[in-house]
Nanobody, 115 residues
Framework: QVQLVESGGGLVQAGGSLRLSCAASGSIFNINTMGWYRQAPGKQRELVATISSRENTNYADSVKGRFAISRDNAKNTVYLQMNNLKPEDTDVYYC?????????WGQGTQVSVSS
């Protein structure tokens, strides 16, 4: 199995930036796509961004041009650079990793953006 630990969340003002990190451990071989999802109270978890092992990226329309996902395979880590944050970005952000047709989740890190 894969264990994922997120870090980097916090409270920022609108227009500010945060950088989230997610480190994978355990059965790290054959991890393909990694990504970030977010979930607000009372809402479903939604995709924010994904990045494949080939570093092909995909973003939700709401974050295009503001967020950037990247990965360091040597460190088994995926990052999410979040710029120009908006109050609507306030959520718990979860890291995900896909390995052998299974999806693994981190425990989440809180991102709060004040207006």
């Amino acid at each position: 199995q894969v264990q994922l630990v997120e870090s980097g969340g916090g409270l920022v003002q609108a227009g500010g930036s945060l950088r989230l990190s997610c480190a994978a451990s355990g059965s790290i071989f054959n991890i393909n796509t990694m990504g970030w999802y977010r979930q607000a109270p009372g809402k479903q978890r939604e995709l924010v961004a994904t990045i494949s092992s080939r570093e092909n990226t995909n973003y939700a329309d709401s974050v295009k041009g503001r967020f950037a996902i990247s990965r360091d395979n040597a460190k088994n880590t995926v990052y999410l650079q979040m710029n120009n944050l908006k109050p609507e970005d306030t959520d718990v952000y979860y890291c995900a990793a896909d390995r052998l047709a299974r999806r693994y989740w981190g425990q989440g890190t809180q991102v709060s953006v004040s207006s």
